[in-house]
DNA sequence: TTGTATGCGTTATCAC
DNA sequence: GTGATAACGCATACAA
């Protein structure tokens, strides 16, 4: 049968002390004798205590809850996202409850902060797309409480954000695909209301303009990021008269929509045409051929995130992570570029 | 600034009633006169009043807390779970807290033991495989906590599981394999230490041999669910005198590493060789050819599992969803199968 | 139908 | 250094 599980008050009577001295040692006041904190921490010890959260919540209004927001179709992504929280989150006693919306609804400021009321969640993580939502981290400010954004531009107090720097690794890809010889490229953005859409965009146009290569205007086509508009994307730009040798697209998902399409026309990747897309999603490594592509440091910025909700949660700020909140992707080369054939 | 959100007696105080009254309303107790409930209602309404869910917690021991436990590297089943379980627990209070660890580790079950009892989660629902492990299942039992598995195998309370019959999915893989002429079947197992394993081998081998063809075991051998493991199991069965004309993989990313094999050997897929998986991951329909495989109603059957858990948390079983347990994936067929080429 | 009183397991404000 | 005791916001016996 399942014992109950003890209380502070049955640590106290056993050690013989009043529960307020408990309590002292359970959160580490200095003010407690030393025979004293080695005897209640025996007890403690024996009878497999610990402060049930709840109770600890109602009294000192914390939850030891933290929010995940999202509303990503990238499940990989997310994934990566919720393992790399946990492995800071977990150990410092806090758990980590998912809250997927959606990012276009009108209620989504609502929606959010009613997740967070109603459960006390001490501090929330918002993922891109909805993190670049000015709206919901104005709300969120105003109501008091703690989040820490992850996204692609430098939009928020350090101590509020982690940006990969997508600028700087789509100027490494517009490099690399320059030195492979390329001077006729495709590029299928994003939802150009995404800022990360236009950053990656303008990474890459500014290091082409500089490279004195340029980006043909009539070559850029706006996708959704879906595989589907990927094949959109591509049908448009390979019917082109002078088709690009090269296309980058904005994620790997339309990337693998190019790929299709380049396969339903008979054109060869990468012998005619060069593709990259961005992610490193699992689809990357196993489509054949595999994507060039850039991968984010998910984890690691996960992980960052966490450690900052968490000084944001417990008002202790260290000022080396306050200070951390830019990680640089990079670039995965995979056999989906090439030099391009010289044509006729 | 941040209002201080309404409480219980604040609801009262306004209403001009006592807060056991408010109660009795938030709870959906009958017992309430039609003007005074009413009335109470348009309060909480109007101060936008949501009972805190920790101080609930705390007087009915209870957290409105509910855990996922999962040890899957298929990010993609895990989404569609999360969003599966949160369509149906968040309309009813309740919030889902992730909980990913390790099936093989040694202290599996003081682990999930310890994550339910820390934060008084209610219920949990727990993912194949650490699904499959009879000792967290009986130290749950035991412990007294609410539960629901979801597996491929009926091997618990039917209260208590959901289970997707993949021994039918893979009768029907067999007879799909057959009916398009193929007799030479490879079979790339799962490890032989999950019941999915399995219950997928032996719905196949079993229709295989009620057809009249039969499996040879020369031509099954154990993988690891992994990329890496379907290229290995993939090399040796096309290195065999007589290669097999079909191979299934027990999953897509396997059958992804089969398909990678046959593009190296230069045997073309599907004339030369036919290749179906089993997840319709997010990889199946991306890669070319696109994948034949079985997809199981994933999100379906997290919402049941969600509402089990919520009528065992409750215990107030309701007959039909309690006697629902069994769903049935199905056959997606894509452009990797086809008949086989006739050879000399 | 409605209200009173008590308790849930902590933290925190005081005194000692 | 230590200990009563009052919150915290709600649920629930028990009355009325």
Same mark, same amino acid.
């Given at each position: 049968?399942?014992?109950?599980?003890?209380?502070?008050?049955?640590?106290?009577?056993?050690?013989?002390?009043?529960?307020?001295?408990?309590?002292?040692?359970?959160?580490?006041?200095?003010?407690?004798?030393?025979?004293?904190?080695?005897?209640?921490?025996?007890?403690?010890?024996?009878?497999?205590?610990?402060?049930?959260?709840?109770?600890?919540?109602?009294?000192?209004?914390?939850?030891?809850?933290?929010?995940?927001?999202?509303?990503?179709?990238?499940?990989?992504?997310?994934?990566?996202?919720?393992?790399?929280?946990?492995?800071?989150?977990?150990?410092?006693?806090?758990?980590?409850?998912?809250?997927?919306?959606?990012?276009?609804?009108?209620?989504?400021?609502?929606?959010?902060?009613?997740?967070?009321?109603?459960?006390?969640?001490?501090?929330?993580?918002?993922?891109?797309?909805?993190?670049?939502?000015?709206?919901?981290?104005?709300? *969120?400010?105003? @109501? #008091?409480?703690?989040?820490?954004?992850? =996204? $692609?531009?430098?939009?928020?107090?350090? &101590?509020? !954000?982690?940006?990969?720097?997508?600028?700087?690794?789509?100027?490494?890809?517009?490099?690399?695909?320059?030195?492979?010889?390329?001077?006729?490229?495709?590029?299928?953005?994003?939802?150009?209301?995404?800022?990360?859409?236009?950053?990656?965009?303008?990474?890459?146009?500014?290091?082409?303009?500089?490279?004195?290569?340029?980006?043909?205007?009539?070559?850029?086509?706006?996708?959704?990021?879906?595989?589907?508009?990927?094949?959109?994307?591509?049908?448009?730009?390979?019917?082109?008269?002078?088709?690009?040798?090269?296309?980058?697209?904005?994620?790997?998902?339309?990337?693998?929509?190019?790929?299709?399409?380049?396969?339903?026309?008979?054109?060869?990747?990468?012998?005619? *045409?060069?593709? @990259? #897309?961005?992610?490193?999603?699992?689809? =990357? $490594?196993?489509?054949?051929?595999?994507? &060039?592509? !850039?991968?984010?440091?998910?984890?690691?910025?996960?992980?960052?995130?966490?450690?900052?909700?968490?000084?944001?949660?417990?008002?202790?700020?260290?000022?080396?992570?306050?200070?951390?909140?830019?990680?640089?992707?990079?670039?995965?080369?995979?056999?989906?570029?090439?030099?391009?054939?010289?044509?006729?």
């Amino acid at each position: 049968m399942s014992e109950k599980k003890p209380t502070i008050n049955d640590v106290a009577r056993e050690a013989g002390v009043s529960k307020r001295t408990v309590s002292r040692v359970i959160n580490g006041s200095t003010n407690v004798g030393p025979k004293t904190l080695e005897l209640i921490q025996q007890v403690i010890d024996r009878l497999d205590y610990s402060p049930d959260k709840q109770a600890r919540g109602l009294a000192s209004s914390r939850s030891y809850l933290l929010g995940l927001i999202y509303d990503n179709p990238d499940a990989l992504y997310i994934d990566q996202v919720q393992r790399g929280v946990l492995n800071i989150c977990s150990s410092k006693g806090y758990e980590l409850v998912v809250h997927p919306c959606k990012y276009n609804s009108t209620d989504l400021v609502k929606n959010c902060l009613s997740f967070i009321r109603r459960s006390n969640i001490d501090g929330v993580i918002v993922l891109p797309p909805v993190s670049e939502s000015k709206d919901l981290a104005a709300a *969120l400010r105003e @109501a #008091g409480h703690c989040y820490v954004r992850m =996204a $692609s531009v430098d939009l928020d107090d350090h &101590t509020n !954000i982690v940006v990969s720097d997508e600028r700087a690794a789509m100027s490494e890809m517009a490099r690399y695909i320059v030195s492979l010889g390329h001077k006729n490229i495709g590029f299928i953005t994003g939802p150009l209301n995404y800022y990360s859409s236009i950053e990656r965009l303008e990474g890459f146009r500014n290091t082409l303009v500089q490279l004195g290569i340029g980006l043909d205007e009539a070559k850029v086509v706006e996708g959704q990021n879906s595989y589907q508009s990927g094949q959109d994307g591509a049908q448009q730009l390979l019917q082109l008269a002078d088709r690009p040798s090269a296309i980058f697209a904005n994620n790997d998902e339309m990337a693998a929509g190019v790929l299709r399409v380049a396969h339903q026309l008979g054109i060869k990747v990468p012998e005619q *045409l060069s593709i @990259a #897309g961005f992610d490193d999603n699992i689809l =990357a $490594s196993r489509i054949i051929p595999s994507l &060039t592509t !850039i991968q984010r440091p998910v984890g690691a910025m996960a992980s960052l995130a966490a450690h900052k909700i968490i000084q944001s949660v417990e008002k202790n700020i260290v000022e080396s992570v306050d200070k951390e909140f830019l990680v640089k992707p990079h670039l995965i080369i995979r056999e989906s570029t090439s030099a391009p054939t010289a044509v006729d």
